[in-house]
């Protein structure tokens, strides 16, 4: 590994002692002392592995007045193994890059859908019909609640037009806003889990007169008798 990171990549000359010496990509200039610096091996050492790398055809080398000339046998193979390396090493970053760039999008688009959840056009007319009709309506933050409170009652599988006639209904009660509608119920509790709404769902028609089965009395059971 030491002799392929000092080995150069492209060609080089080199002016040393007046002489230059002609390097070729996979070649540079070196000796016993530097590489057993470079490598952290002892001189003997170093002798050795280059012995052993010689015979299994890894390098060769000549002498120099200036030091020994190592040459990496098939320098260029190696060069395609490093690159391929390289690429298998960066793909699992970019994969693990992409996978982190789109789970923050995806929480930038959840964050914008959590702060604009949006109903249908359908559902916002009807809502409107019933905050239009309901008594005293008051400030936007009390519409904004009554209109999620209403939309809720909907997904839960409540009638809207119940709800509408309800608003209707309490609106025309004078029980329920006497005194010019000083008293008259919120819509967030009108909506909320009190159920109030419910009993005014049915239109307010008046009872008929009760009617009772006639009863003759005694006198007129007499006088049938006597005929």
């Known amino acids: 590994m030491t002799c392929l990171l000092m080995a150069n990549h492209k060609e080089a000359t080199l002016g ?5 010496i002609e390097l070729k990509p996979g070649d540079f200039l070196t000796s016993i002392p530097s590489l057993a610096t470079a490598s952290g091996l002892s001189e003997r050492q170093v002798r050795t592995a280059q012995d052993n790398l010689k015979n299994l055809d890894f390098l060769t080398w ?12 098939n320098w260029g193979s190696y060069q395609l193994a490093e690159k391929e390396h390289d690429r298998e090493v960066d793909r699992p970053l970019t994969g ?8 923050q999008e995806g ?15 359908e559902s916002d007319k009807l809502f409107k019909e019933f905050w239009d009709n309901y008594p005293k309506p008051d400030r ?8 999620e409170l209403f939309l809720k009652l909907i997904e839960d599988g409540k009638n809207p ?17 006497k005194d010019d509608g000083k008293y008259v119920v ?15 769902v049915e239109d307010n028609v008046a009872a008929p007169p009760k ?9 007129d059971l007499k006088a049938v008798e006597r005929k």
């Not at 000549?62 to 046998?73: A, D, E, W």
């Not at 037009?161 to 806003?177: F, G, M, V």
């Not at 009617?211 to 006198?219: F, L, N, R, W």
């Open 161 to 177: 037009h119940d709800l509408i006639r309800a608003a209707k209904n309490y609106a025309e009660d004078k029980d329920s806003i």
């Open 211 to 219: 009617v009772t089965a006639y009863q003759p009395s005694k006198a």
């Open 62 to 73: 000549k002498l120099t007045g200036f030091g020994r000339v190592v040459s990496i046998i």
């Open 140 to 147: 936007r933050s009390v519409k904004s609640k009554t209109k």
């Open 96 to 103: 693990e890059r992409q996978g982190v760039d789109s789970k």
């Open 16 to 20: 040393v002692g007046g002489s230059r």
């Open 107 to 121: 929480k930038k688009v959840k964050n914008v859908n959590k702060g604009e959840k949006k109903h249908s056009p």
């Open 186 to 200: 919120g819509s967030q509790v009108f909506l909320g889990p009190q159920r109030k709404w419910e009993p005014f």
